[in-house]
């Protein structure tokens, strides 16, 4: 089902002010050199195109003067046009390179502090949408740093300076020309909100439209295998059409606007003209002086023209920069102390839950976890079981302080978790999650993501005890091979492998298998759980498993229900105890029949 833009106009402060962009000024500020540079070559220019026309008017009275000075008049002005052309060239050098810095280190802020984001955040957030904010949105940031804001301040230059010079030339026309500004300046006020509105509804659903294209296509054989390529092809068809429409109404404002204010300030120009060529007649002023008068109203008429779509852009970015400011200001409810502990090293692994309770925001009425009490000594390998739902996974992502308990703490020897900066702490932490995650890149790199700095022997070793050395080199071109986007080149089992080695290759002294062998085949379950067997020596580690044979070797088990701790012991242990471990175990070790008590849990597991 398709989801709303991640933010619209009815969920957001009406204000729309042009003073978002000032949220730009933090990355322009470490390079305020280059943008003083290009604001003095955009000077330059300004002044340079307002003497042409005290150029051209000479040349015109001085017709009929010597050929000497007229040549001396025409020499000047190829002066002024050379200087105009260096000028012009450096300021676009200049403020290009400002822009395209400028962008790139947004693009960094904004993907430095989305990833270190918790998953509450993207419950609520598409990852698509996000892309759309560093992609679609920044270019816009770009074309205005890059081009518009220049171009914009050039104008009002050109409009003041030449306003100044048109005064010079005839106080008279001049103030004819002035009565004219107020009647331009409305339509591009009133019809400049509007088009700044539009432009903020125009992103929103552009990021809507990439979002769900994103998710569609990452899922496509989810997809197709439900047959529900129509339905998404319709979603997505009506958010794009969504686009399209909000897109033409801008369209058609930002037209009528143009129409509107080249139709006045033309107009105006003729008529003032006018009035100028009859002072020609009557000798009030020369020839020279109306083309003067002309140029400079020209020039005067083009800087308001172009300040006016100039605005629309301006109210693009700023749409565009409060929605990438929004990302660099998110609010997360998982963050580091401004004091952070240091876990003491060596980490020793023992890891405790203290009457944790716990509720995940999406479903803040339905308990996850209820005053759960669990030590897990260091070395200790801890199984957790129970049916689907009973609070399992919501152990390994406590311990990894993706959330936070409600009540109650989190703690790895001794210290709260909450106390310590999570990079310190989750570098003591290897996962093999049910989902493995598989970059598009090496197989090779694929496995060294679980310790960068890691040799290439390291690499093998790894892979070797994950038992996946061999299906590797089978590869076209072994470790080197590239194993496509999510790791469609690979089958689960091999993809799962992988994510074992990555562990190993991490020798985190804790580790946390959630359904690491879920994905294997029962000859590779078998070689992987030996590997896993091994590697559990020597560290603290917690294995979530459905497959109760997966943890009967396991120092203790502790069973889950309804996020509450039933039972705990080893399997001999909770078999002859009975409840419902040994429901399961029945389930799964014997052909017995299941009883209607039992169905429900069977159908659970």
């Not at 009406?14 to 003095?40: N, Q, T």
């Not at 002035?178 to 903020?200: D, F, K």
């Not at 979002?211 to 496509?220: P, R, V, W």
């Not at 009457?355 to 925001?361: A, E, K, L, M, T």
Request: hydrophobic share 50%; net charge neutral.
């Amino acid at each position: 089902m398709a989801r709303a833009p991640i933010s619209t106009q009815n969920d957001r402060p009406g204000s729309r002010r042009m003073g978002a962009l000032s949220a730009l000024w933090p990355f322009v500020r470490p390079y305020r050199g280059m943008a003083i540079a290009a604001l003095g070559a955009l000077i330059l220019t300004a002044g340079i195109s307002l003497i042409l026309p005290l150029a051209v008017r000479r040349v015109v009275d001085g017709f009929d003067m010597g050929s000497l000075l007229l040549d001396e008049y025409f020499g000047a002005a190829m002066a002024i046009v050379a200087a105009l052309a260096v000028g012009t060239g450096l300021r676009y050098y200049l403020v290009t390179r400002l822009g395209e810095r400028v962008v790139a280190d947004i693009r960094k802020a904004v993907f430095d502090r989305v990833i270190g984001l918790s998953p509450a955040f993207f419950e609520r957030v598409m990852t698509g949408e996000i892309v759309s904010r560093i992609t679609t949105d920044t270019t816009v940031i770009l074309s205005v740093i890059g081009s518009s804001v220049s171009v914009a301040l050039r104008n009002v230059l050109l409009m003041f300076g030449g306003l100044v010079m048109l005064f010079l030339t005839s106080a008279k026309l001049t103030g004819l020309v002035l009565l004219l500004v107020p009647v331009i300046l409305v339509p591009i006020i009133g019809l400049g909100r509007r088009l700044r509105v539009l432009a903020r509804e125009n992103q929103d659903w552009i990021a809507a439209s990439s979002g769900m294209a994103a998710e569609a296509l990452q899922s496509a054989q989810t997809v197709q295998a439900f047959t529900h390529e129509a339905a998404t092809r319709a979603d997505f068809a009506r958010v794009t059409e969504e686009s399209f429409i909000s897109a033409r109404k801008r369209i058609g404002t930002r037209a009528v606007l143009t129409v509107i204010v080249i139709f006045l300030i033309f107009s105006g120009v003729i008529g003032v003209l006018w009035i100028g060529a009859r002072d020609v007649q009557a000798g009030l002023m020369t020839v020279g002086e109306l083309v003067q008068f002309v140029i400079y109203a020209v020039l005067v008429a083009g800087a308001v023209g172009a300040l006016s779509e100039i605005w629309g852009e301006l109210q693009r970015a700023a749409g565009a920069t409060e929605r990438l400011a929004e990302l660099l200001a998110a609010g997360d409810a998982i963050a580091d102390p401004a004091r952070p502990k240091a876990l003491p090293r060596p980490v020793k692994g023992a890891v405790a839950l203290k009457n944790v309770s716990f509720n995940y925001p999406s479903r803040p009425d339905q308990s996850a976890m209820r005053d759960v009490d669990l030590d897990i000594r260091p070395g200790e390998t801890v199984a957790l079981v129970g049916p689907s739902g009973a609070g399992k996974t919501t152990v390994i992502q406590l311990i990894q302080r993706f959330w936070d308990p409600k009540s109650g703490e989190v703690t790895l020897d001794g210290i709260d978790l909450r106390d310590m900066a999570r990079a310190d702490f989750r570098d003591a932490i290897a996962l093999v999650p049910q989902d493995p995650v598989i970059f598009a890149t090496t197989a090779r790199e694929n496995i060294r993501f679980g310790r960068p700095e890691a040799s290439d022997a390291e690499v093998e070793a790894a892979a070797r005890a994950a038992h996946a050395h061999e299906f590797l080199m089978a590869l076209p071109e072994g470790y080197d091979s590239q194993v496509g986007e999510r790791g469609v080149m690979l089958s689960g089992g091999q993809k799962q492998r992988i994510a074992i080695a990555r562990a190993i290759l991490r020798d985190a002294p804790v580790l946390l298998l959630d359904e690491a062998t879920s994905a294997l085949d029962a000859e590779s379950e078998h070689a992987v759980q030996q590997a896993v067997d091994q590697l559990a020596l020597d560290r603290t580690t917690v294995i979530v498993a459905h497959r109760l044979a997966t943890v009967k070797k396991a120092d203790r088990i502790v069973v889950f229900d309804e996020g509450r701790v039933v039972a705990q012991g080893t399997h001999d242990e909770l078999v002859a105890h009975g409840g419902l471990y040994a429901r399961l175990a029945r389930l799964q070790f014997t052909d017995g029949t299941i009883s209607a008590g039992d169905d429900k849990i069977a159908a659970n597991i």
